[in-house]
């Protein structure tokens, strides 16, 4: 994807969403806190909530429980499931700061090599936008989507949605220390310190020589040292390591803390089946965490 840190404001015909462009700076984006101390408070990262409220809420209590006051969002706010007005309003008032992900994007512009489930849930999400009747509202929403960059820069690491080299689309996958060894060596080669990424929904640390670890190989955190590292934070609403829970994670100045909390799979595999435009199979996947 060129132009990383591009404004996304125009579709793929190069047209705005009519409801999209008045006031955009009432929804700043805030930028990563300068101040030394803020940086040493716990930080909460969170992606691929997909929909998910049921996930999401018990996501936000697990947080707040916590008394983490933030919290950053790695894309794919909606897609696939059935609650995206929901989140996405959840999350414009409880993150500081939202990256675009492939999900997002096709809604905002259009679905790119997705599959048919996917692209029958993007257009019927992007629906559920433009049929709100609150004028400000759906405003609101299409305005925080348009402003979503596509990256994090933060003194301490580098967030994006899929991967450093193409942050909305390219997985970074763990049998890539077996089949790509090439693809993470490039990757590595271009990378400082620490990189947080979403998308594939698996979560777990590669490092570079190569190799990926699990949260339950690292005992449920990742202690950081010198070394480069690129942290998959996993799904808050599709999980696909097997377990259904939902997935994120914690920074603390010394270490990266992974957490999962479950939620009531069932509520949500029922809301999708009610909706005839989603794939039940979008449902059906959550309970087992595939």
């Excluded at 300068?34 to 409220?53: C, G, K, T, V, W």
């Excluded at 933060?154 to 077996?178: C, M, Q, T, W």
């Excluded at 590669?206 to 339950?216: G, H, M, N």
Aim: proline share 7%; with cysteine; hydrophobic share 35%.
């Amino acid at each position: 994807m060129a132009g990383e840190t591009m404004n996304l404001h125009q579709n793929s015909q190069g047209m705005e969403p009519a409801s999209h462009v008045k006031n955009a700076a009432e929804i700043p984006v805030a930028p990563p806190p300068a101040d030394e101390a803020a940086r040493q408070e716990p930080l909460a990262i969170i992606s691929d909530i997909h929909a998910n409220m049921e996930a999401l809420q018990v996501v936000m209590g697990e947080i707040k429980k916590r008394d983490i006051r933030r919290i950053y969002c790695l894309g794919d706010v909606i897609g696939y499931g059935p609650n995206p007005l929901e989140c996405l309003d959840t999350v414009i008032e409880a993150c500081d700061f939202t990256i675009m992900g492939n999900h997002d994007f096709a809604i905002f512009y259009e679905p790119f090599n997705f599959n048919t489930a996917a692209e029958n849930a993007a257009y019927w999400t992007r629906n559920q936008f433009e049929a709100d009747t609150d004028r400000p509202r759906r405003n609101r929403r299409w305005r925080y989507l348009g402003r979503m960059q596509t990256r994090i820069v933060h003194k301490r690491f580098l967030a994006v949605h899929g991967s450093p080299r193409r942050p909305i689309n390219e997985y970074i996958f763990p049998d890539d220390i077996y089949s790509a060894t090439q693809k993470l060596a490039n990757i590595f080669d271009g990378l400082k310190h620490l990189c947080f990424v979403g998308h594939t929904h698996v979560p777990g640390v590669f490092v570079p020589q190569p190799d990926f670890y699990s949260p339950e190989d690292l005992g449920g955190e990742y202690r950081i040292t010198e070394e480069k590292a690129i942290i998959n934070v996993g799904s808050v609403g599709q999980p696909r390591d097997h377990d259904p829970r939902a997935s994120f994670a914690i920074l603390h100045p010394d270490r990266v803390e992974f957490v999962r909390v479950a939620y009531d799979v069932n509520k949500t595999v029922e809301k999708v089946r009610s909706i005839d435009a989603l794939d039940n199979f979008l449902g059906q996947r959550l309970l087992e965490g595939t």
